[in-house]
């Protein structure tokens, strides 16, 4: 699976921005796409996550509440509308597949784009 996210940008606290990863190469139906995050010297952290065709979406605690994971099936994408956003939502957002048998790991991973909230 390819993987091409985008939609990062600069926004104020409180704001909002939408994410778009778009998905290609094979079928997605038995994947999970999820979102996760990092900043300069920590580890990458689970954002999100939503199973395809199913729809089920999973949350870090951090985030629930203000971060909605949405697919279009038809266009293979899948979006994080982030509301409600804080300076500590700083950081480089990644998309990534992986299978949703037990034990896949993600194993595709598009490009980062940066999220910025000034306070």
């Known amino acids: 699976v390819q993987l091409q996210a985008s939609g990062g940008g600069l926004v104020q606290a409180g704001g909002s921005l939408r994410l778009s990863c778009a998905a290609s190469?094979?079928?997605?139906?038995?994947?999970?796409l999820g979102w996760f995050r990092q900043i300069p010297g920590k580890e990458r952290e689970f954002v999100a996550s939503?199973?395809?065709?199913?729809?089920?979406?999973y949350y870090a605690d951090s985030v629930k509440g203000r971060f909605t994971s949405s697919r279009d099936n038809a266009k293979k994408t899948v979006y994080l509308q982030m509301n409600s956003l804080k300076p500590e939502d700083t950081a480089v957002y990644y998309c990534?597949?992986?299978?949703?048998?037990?034990?896949?790991?993600?194993?595709?991973w598009g490009q980062g784009t940066q999220v910025t909230v000034s306070s």
């Open positions: 190469g094979r079928t997605l139906v038995g994947y999970a």
């Open positions: 990534a597949a992986r299978h949703t048998r037990s034990g896949s790991t993600w194993g595709s």
């Open positions: 939503i199973t395809w065709p199913g729809g089920t979406t």
